[in-house]
């Protein structure tokens, strides 16, 4: 186990220019137990130089632009640098794009977990690091009105995505379970926060409010989520890499659960409330449109586990997120128009 208050780790973190390795990075330039961080990332997708840029001045942090598709490439950047831990965030993520693209999905998450996984095993001696994989609450499928997902919910994946990133996971559990490989997963529920691709629902409603433009729903609204804050996952990860059981699975949510609709309108009632000089009643952009195919209905996930065995749980409820969230992206609206 790491103890805090030595720099003696060196940490690779796959994805670190994306929405949640950015924020992790951040974190980790924070932790005094941390001598030095390789960031992993092509730079292409939700991966952006702008997210990081403001670290690549501390000397503790590398950026490296390699392909995890690229087996030869992984297996070099590891024989050279040799990670002793490394924190799997590279991932295609957008569930509609997996629906239209679904090899650029298995080839990215699956393949590119393969590769690194290969990569690591071939290079790490005898106990030697962690390999730390971070999932998602989406492999487990979907919900009705009740009941949690526990680390032992079967896997039930319902898009190309969640397939995806369920085909990870098992490549991950097979390298502990066949040879003795040092893993962790995480599954975290809905992240939101700075640094997050517009894409997505709470930025992309953000978006629309200062664009006047409409905002999309799918359906009715009345799928359900379990929303965190990014700098609540990021605080799960670190913990988990150093106080988790090598081959364990922890599940990271923060119990705040809400309906899509609710969230928009939440949304649209902040912004009103920190932005008035874009007009008011944001609400009434709300557009509904069809649904799309195989959408889950809810989400949820029991986080006993993660709470009782690493003592982590999460600090930042969901009306001081989003407001933290909508204040971010008005101060950074360059950068959030830009992101198309």
């Known amino acids: 186990m790491v103890k805090r208050g030595q720099s003696t780790m060196d940490v ?31 730079l292409t997708g939700a991966g952006r130089l702008e997210n990081i840029q403001p670290l690549l001045g501390d000397s503790r942090l590398q950026l490296l632009q390699v392909d995890l598709k690229d087996g030869s490439a992984i297996q070099r950047l590891i024989s050279e640098e040799r990670p002793p831990h490394v924190v799997h965030l590279a991932a295609e993520t957008h569930v509609d794009r997996s629906i239209d693209a679904p090899k650029s999905f298995v080839e990215t998450n699956v393949l590119g977990t393969l590769n690194l996984l290969t990569a690591c095993r071939t290079c790490w001696g005898p106990k030697e690091g962690k390999f730390l994989h971070v999932s998602t609450d989406e492999v487990y499928g979907a919900l009705g009105f009740t009941g949690k997902f526990t680390e032992e919910s079967p896997y039930l994946p319902n898009s190309p995505y969640s397939a995806s990133k369920a085909g990870a996971d098992c490549l991950v559990r097979a390298w502990h379970h066949t040879f003795g490989f040092p893993t962790l997963i995480v599954h975290p529920s809905n992240n939101y926060g700075p640094y997050q691709h517009p894409e997505k629902l709470i930025p992309k409603v953000v978006r629309c409010a200062l664009e006047r433009s409409p905002i999309p729903i799918y359906g009715e609204g009345q799928n359900v989520r379990d929303w965190i804050f990014v700098e609540d996952t ?27 609709i609710t969230l928009v309108k939440e949304i649209c009632r902040i912004f009103d409330a920190v932005a008035p000089e874009y007009g008011g009643n944001s609400e009434k952009l709300i557009a509904y449109v069809s649904d799309r195919p195989g959408h889950d209905f809810r989400y949820a996930l029991d986080t006993k586990k993660i709470a009782r065995e690493i003592g982590w749980k999460p600090t930042v409820k969901l009306g001081e997120g989003l407001r933290k969230t909508i204040q971010w992206c008005l101060e950074h609206k360059e950068w959030l128009l830009s992101a198309r």
Do not use: Q
Request: aromatic share 6%; hydrophobic share 40%; charged share 25%.
């Open 12 to 42: 690779l973190v796959t994805g670190g220019a994306g929405f949640i390795g950015s924020n992790l990075l951040r974190r980790l330039l924070r932790e005094s137990a941390v001598r030095r961080i390789i960031c992993v990332d092509l």
């Open 234 to 260: 990021c605080s799960a990860i670190w913990e988990t890499l150093i106080r988790g059981r090598v081959g364990e699975r922890y599940n990271v949510g923060a119990n705040e659960e809400v309906s899509n």
